[in-house]
Structures are given as structure tokens and as C-alpha cells.
């Protein structure tokens, strides 16, 4: 990370949470980003579910949701980008304040909402770019949606032709009842449905679909998750969302405040419930890894778990958007030091 970088990343964070993170996007959308060849380590290179990535290191959703600096964080250094989520309506999400640095933890409590511009806009963001890099719409429901299923449906229809894969989110913690989606008739039902849209879609396009995931889940969730999965023929799990647990270990003050915790708090329990996933599907569907990556060392562990490639965002609260370099290097030399000659050589080899 550049010396201006650190300072501005400095500078950022004697602002509230989500004040700093508007000045940010501002400053990308100005050019005002760092700017890192994203396949400069070749053995991070890899296919995921036929999408060929420059590297194994992707940008989570919640970072852009408007699709407003997709392309800025692609020249920063990531090997993909999810925006979103994005919900057909427009909603303003919960009332402020609803985001929390966890300073002394390196975490972060939202209770955003889905707050977001709405299909509209973002879909004619996504269609003005060049369409260079790899770019996944994270997509939801309306907090008020009579049909949230449908809701999912008229997300991907909009979209199709626009993003290169699509996330279904449905482990937010913060729309109520939303998590219910993740199991039973529920999922069945919604996985069925977005395969049925893609299959009628598909004379226009492929892209494969994923599904995120919480961390909260038993053995017995795991299980239905991954049959359900397999039988509707999605393309893989992102494993997970930020969790409603909170770690005894926990110093700040703000450990307190309702929402989703993530950030390096959450790396121990989003990579066990990863590895329970990896031992479930068996290589029978890719795993992305998220939750407390922060570090090469930390991309590593998620890898050797399961992932097949691995998603970050609030370690940037902390560090800042040039995060991301320094997690390849540290990355690429890890895989070296252990003989493996590609990324994919590593996936599941715990």
C-alpha cells in the first residue's frame, strides 16, 4: 500500500463507519484507487465454475452495492468483484446509525438492511461498463416483498447478459425472516425457480449462479443445503455471511450492537462451517470462502478447507482497498513454500 493510501485509509477512519465508506466509493468513482495488475501472481490464476480469474482473491458484496466501482476494484487488484446486493426496489435499509467498527477486534456489526438504489440503476450501471474483469451481481428481496422468491427471479431476468454470475443472498441477517430461505420447502423452491429462469434464459447467455450461505448453520442445515444444491444444479457456495454469534473473546464496546458481525472475529467459524461444507459436497460443488480474511496466511487456511477461491471486505475498514496485494503476495508465497505449483492444487488439501 502506498504511503497516500495509508494516510487516506488513516484519515477515513476518524469518520463514523458509514460516512468513511461513502467518501471512499466517492474517491474510487474520481480514479483516486490504488492500481495493481490483478494476474500478476500466475499460480493464483484459476477457473471457477468456467469463469477464468485472473486471481483467486475476490471482492465480497456489501462493498459496492450499487455497482457504482466495479471496474476501480478490478484495477485495484482483485480477481472478481461481486456488487450488491441489490433488491428490485429501492429501500433505504434500517435506520441509523448501523454499522460499527469493532476497533480493538478488527470487526465490524451492520445492521444495514439491504440498503441499496434499487434494479434500475444498477442495471444500467452494469450495462454502460466495458465488461472487462470478472463482475457477480449479489441479488435480494425486498424487506416488504409479498414474494421474495419472485423478487430473486426479477433480479436475475433483469440482470442476465449484464453480470458474468449470480448471487443469490439469502443468510443476511438483517432482513427479518430472510435467513428462512435457507432451508425446507423454502429453498427447494427458490433454487428450482432461479434454475428454471436461467434455463429459459439460457439462449441469451450462460452465467452460473451461486448461493450465500450463513454461518450459523448445523450439520443437519449443511446437509440439506448441499443436496439441494446438487439437485437443482447450482454452480457453488459461498460460505458465509456475517454471523449473529458473538466470540467471548470480544474487547470493544460495540460487540454489543445488534446485526451481522464480521471481520477477523468470524475467521474461525466461517472457515470450520467451510470445512464442514467441503466434507459434505465432497468436490461435488465449488466452495468460495468469506468471513475474517484478512491476510494471505488467512486466504490460505479458507483454501485448504475447501475454497476454491476466497471473497474479502472488512479487512478494507481497516487497511484500506491496497489490502488486497499484499493478500496475493502473501498468498503466492505460501502456495510456493508448500509445493503446490497452482491454487487449485491447494483446494481441500487441509
Not at 477512519?13 to 468513482?29: Q, W
Not at 443468510?171 to 433454487?191: C, I, K, V, Y
Not at 434455463?199 to 450463513?214: E, H, M, Q, T, W
Not at 471486505?313 to 505460501?334: D, F, I, K, Q
Request: positive net charge; aromatic residues 4%; contains cysteine.
Amino acid at each position: 500500500m502506498s504511503a497516500l493510501h495509508r494516510l487516506a485509509t488513516a484519515a477515513l477512519r476518524r469518520l463514523d463507519a458509514e460516512t468513511a465508506h461513502g467518501v471512499t466509493i466517492r474517491a474510487l468513482k474520481a480514479g483516486l484507487g490504488p492500481r495493481v495488475a490483478a494476474d500478476s501472481e500466475t499460480n493464483l490464476a484459476t477457473s471457477l465454475c468456467g469463469l477464468r480469474l485472473p486471481n483467486c482473491v475476490g471482492l465480497a458484496a456489501g462493498f459496492d452495492k450499487n455497482a457504482e466501482v466495479p471496474d476501480a476494484m478490478l484495477a485495484a487488484g482483485f480477481g472478481f468483484v461481486e456488487c450488491g446486493t441489490v433488491t428490485p426496489l429501492p429501500q433505504a435499509g434500517n435506520p441509523k446509525p448501523r454499522i460499527f467498527r469493532l476497533t480493538e477486534d478488527k470487526g465490524v456489526i451492520n445492521r444495514l438492511g439491504f440498503n441499496n438504489g434499487g434494479l434500475e440503476a444498477y442495471a444500467a450501471r452494469l450495462g454502460a461498463r466495458r465488461r472487462r474483469g470478472i463482475v457477480g451481481a449479489n441479488i435480494g428481496a425486498n424487506k416488504d416483498a409479498a414474494d421474495r422468491i419472485g423478487d430473486y427471479v426479477t433480479a436475475l431476468t433483469r440482470l442476465w447478459g449484464l453480470a458474468d454470475y449470480f448471487t443469490a443472498n439469502i443468510s443476511s441477517p438483517n432482513t427479518p425472516g430472510l435467513r428462512d430461505l435457507q432451508g425446507g420447502e423454502a429453498l427447494t423452491d427458490l433454487l428450482g425457480r432461479l434454475a428454471e429462469t436461467r434455463a429459459a434464459l439460457s439462449a441469451s447467455g450462460k452465467a452460473p449462479i451461486f448461493l450465500k450461505v450463513a454461518p450459523d448453520l448445523n450439520d443437519a442445515q449443511i446437509d440439506a443445503i448441499v443436496e439441494a444444491a446438487l439437485a437443482s444444479g447450482l454452480d457453488a457456495l459461498i460460505v458465509g455471511n456475517t454471523t449473529l454469534e458473538r466470540p467471548v473473546s470480544l474487547r470493544s464496546a460495540n460487540a454489543a450492537q445488534t446485526g451481522g458481525l464480521s471481520g477477523a472475529p468470524l475467521m474461525p467459524l466461517s472457515t470450520a462451517v467451510l470445512a464442514r461444507f467441503q466434507a459434505k459436497a465432497d468436490r461435488r460443488i465449488a466452495l468460495i470462502g468469506a468471513g475474517g480474511v484478512a491476510s494471505g496466511a488467512d486466504a490460505y487456511v479458507k483454501i485448504r478447507a475447501g475454497a476454491s477461491a476466497v471473497q474479502l471486505y472488512s479487512a478494507m475498514v481497516y487497511e484500506g482497498p491496497g489490502l488486497v496485494a499484499r493478500v496475493r503476495r502473501e498468498l503466492s508465497a505460501l502456495l510456493k513454500a508448500d509445493g503446490f505449483a497452482t491454487v487449485a492444487e491447494a483446494v481441500g488439501a487441509r
